[in-house]
């Protein structure tokens, strides 16, 4: 097979690759066009492996990309992003790819490095001694890179269902399971424009606070009262549809990432099995570190 035949066959998946490490349709594009390029000038006579290799140019790419985010430092998700191309892009890849949102918010608090180590092992099955080629690292510092990752994804995903444990009381924390199931319910109600089913999850005195900067003009930063909080979910539907959950310090809660871009966090405080409080604010860089 001549080397475009072999490349082309190989693109989808280093398509695929590329955006779960970058994290943008259009850069993970732009790095498998480049990719291309370079290919498309070296000797592959002596390549064994030509797939291996074009995953290793591909993901040298991202790892660069990453790290120039990274110097630049990144800037929270404004409001007009939210209907923007770009995020426009990444939501319907996001879809077609079916790349859990969740996955994709938490690959953004990792180290380049580490989303990188992560990322080609434990999704795309490649193994330590080429994931530490590309990193430029021993085999060794590759496997302590993804198992940190590892271990600050697991950490920050919510459990299956009927699979937490919650923790101990003198933790601090609350029972985990129960207010899982409570905002995940508060969430699904919501996406389906469940008002009577809202209420009832929600105190009678339930306030709702967000950031005046993730309001359209004129909408109310505080809002009281169980009907008026679920009734005003409607004017927010676009959002809890691209909103998953997540744990922060052991406690559900929620972000809402157009094409997997952090655009607010949401905090829920429940007591007595109800939705007393719900504080929405800004995702900065490191809000929800798992860490």
């Known amino acids: 097979m001549e080397t475009v035949e072999k490349f082309e066959a190989a693109r989808p998946r280093l398509l695929s690759l590329a955006y779960r490490i970058v994290g943008s349709h259009q850069d993970a594009e732009d790095a498998v066009q480049t990719a291309w390029t370079r290919v498309q000038v070296a000797d592959l006579s002596e390549v064994a492996e030509p797939d291996a290799w074009f995953t290793t140019v591909t993901a040298r790419l991202c790892l660069d990309l990453l790290r120039a985010r990274e110097r630049r430092g990144e800037l929270p998700l404004l409001l007009d ?30 180290s380049p490095a580490q989303r990188v180590a992560y990322v080609l092992h434990d999704l795309f099955a490649v ?32 459990p299956e269902s ?43 005195d339930a306030v709702r606070i967000a950031d005046p900067r993730l309001l359209p003009a004129g909408a109310p930063t505080e809002v009281r009262g169980a009907t008026a909080v679920a009734e005003e979910t409607r004017l927010f539907a676009d959002r809890i549809a691209v909103t998953t959950t997540l744990l922060l310090a052991g406690s559900p809660a929620a972000v809402i990432a157009p094409g997997g871009h952090p655009f607010a966090l949401i905090r829920f405080r429940i007591e007595d099995r109800l939705v007393r409080a719900i504080e929405i604010g800004q995702c900065m860089p490191g809000t929800i570190s798992p860490s």
């Open 81 to 110: 992003d939210i209907g923007g191309e770009q995020t426009g892009a990444d939501e319907a890849f996001l879809r077609r790819e079916d790349v859990s949102r969740a996955l994709l918010v938490l690959l953004g608090e990792l």
């Open 127 to 158: 193994p330590f001694d080429r994931v530490a080629t590309v990193l430029e690292a021993t085999p060794a510092a590759a496997k302590k890179l993804a198992s940190r990752a590892r271990g600050r994804l697991r950490d920050a995903r919510p």
């Open 162 to 204: 009927g699979t937490a444990t919650g923790h101990p009381s003198s933790s601090g924390y609350p029972d985990t399971a129960a207010h899982l199931e409570i905002v995940e319910a508060f969430l699904a109600a919501a996406r389906g424009g469940d008002i009577a089913r809202l209420v009832t999850l929600l105190a009678p």
